[in-house]
């Protein structure tokens, strides 16, 4: 887990991010992992809704009427907090994944950067090739090509991901960031949004940096946003 990989010329800096890359990532590290499964896609907004239904939990602002948008039923449900996340997966009989479980399930056995493999390619994921193109959600599982040894699919791409863990350093990592603690929830794989507004040329190596599966971000627990989804897990036997 993690990567020992440098941002040697501080290129992150030259574009303007406040720390280099890679930094929350050190250093690559073993974790065992007890036996876990995890949904093959996204929670939808169809199967969200079934939740809303039973419960009478708060639906996503984007609602109307307290049902999803027409269409978009097999699209990723987006507008949810943390809160939310956790409390639909227990009332479907699990629970977030641990960042550690979701980078498995993208990395496979052999430690891959990506899902798919060790070289980028934008063509595997929902995710936005061109600062300049608005992009939207997608179905889950538009893009089988992309999917990880597990069979799990839009690891990367189409909405960013919460999982149950707090955005903490990881064992021997010694850079300080004071956004570490139990203040922030990891969010992983990117989504189907420009990551800003760069040149072309750095566009595409920054789109590398962030599409790659130790990558890591994070948001406040009661943050909604537009293009933040989830998918749940639950303990193996």
């Not at 440098?6 to 590290?29: C, I, R, T």
């Not at 507004?197 to 948001?219: C, D, N, T």
Request: charge should be negative; aromatic fraction near 14%.
């Amino acid at each position: 887990m993690g990567s020992d990989t440098e941002d040697l010329h501080q290129e992150a800096l030259k574009y303007g991010f406040a720390s280099p890359w890679f930094e929350d990532e050190h250093p690559a590290h073993r974790v065992d992992l007890p036996a876990f499964y995890i949904d093959r896609h996204e929670v939808t907004q169809r199967q969200y809704q079934r939740f809303t239904d039973a419960t009478g939990h708060r639906t996503p602002p984007g609602w109307g009427e307290k049902k999803h948008p027409p269409g978009t039923g097999d699209h990723p449900v987006v507008e949810v907090d943390w809160y939310d996340a956790n409390d639909y997966c227990g009332w479907s009989g699990k629970r977030l994944p641990t960042e550690e479980e979701w980078e498995k399930s993208a990395r496979g056995t052999d430690g891959r950067l990506y899902p798919w493999g060790n070289v980028f390619n934008p063509a595997y994921a929902n995710i936005a090739s061109d600062p300049a193109i608005l992009g939207k959600t997608l179905p889950v599982g538009t893009f089988p090509a992309g999917q990880s040894p597990y069979g799990v699919q839009d690891l990367i791409g189409n909405v960013w991901e919460w999982t149950d863990s707090w955005y903490s350093s990881y064992p021997g990592n010694e850079n300080y960031n004071p956004s570490f603690g139990m203040k922030q929830r990891v969010v992983r794989g990117i989504s189907y949004n420009p990551l800003g507004h760069y040149p072309r040329e750095a566009y595409s190596k920054i789109l590398a940096v962030f599409a790659r599966a130790s990558a890591r971000g994070y948001e406040a627990p009661t943050v909604l946003l537009e293009d933040l989804g989830f998918r749940c897990a639950k303990s193996g036997t």
